[in-house]
């Protein structure tokens, strides 16, 4: 059974940076797809950022230039590090991986970033 764990959210003011790091558990020969992205309460989940096994990077657009998208395959593990952070960036971060072996769409628990002005 593949699980999903995020780390790294938290406080942090704004202007400021915090890394967040997904790690997968369970057997995975391959993974396509890792992204992250974010819900605010009433709203649905958007892209944040998303990176392919061949190291393309899509970013949703109110976070191009300051959040940056990374991956260490060795590890099945996907990075997000967040600079410039805004108050509008506070809420919940899940991460998410399209897994080719075994086949499935997997999700994390999501981490709570708050950013204060």
């Known amino acids: 059974q593949v699980q999903l764990v995020e780390s790294g959210g938290g406080l942090v003011q704004a202007g400021g940076s915090l890394r967040l790091s997904c790690a997968a558990s369970?057997?995975?020969?391959?993974?396509?797809?890792m992204g992250w992205y974010r819900q605010a309460p009433g709203k649905q989940r958007e892209l944040v950022a998303a990176?392919?096994?061949?190291?393309?990077?899509n970013y949703g657009g109110s976070v191009k230039g300051r959040f940056t998208i990374s991956r260490d395959n060795a590890k099945n593990t996907v990075y997000l590090q967040m600079n410039s952070l805004k108050p509008e960036d506070t809420t919940v971060y899940y991460c998410?991986?399209?897994?080719?072996?075994?086949?499935?769409?997997?999700w994390g628990q999501g981490t709570q970033v708050t950013v204060s002005s």
């Open positions: 998410n991986y399209q897994v080719l072996l075994p086949l499935g769409n997997y």
């Open positions: 369970g057997k995975i020969v391959s993974i396509n797809t």
């Open positions: 990176i392919t096994s061949g190291g393309s990077t």
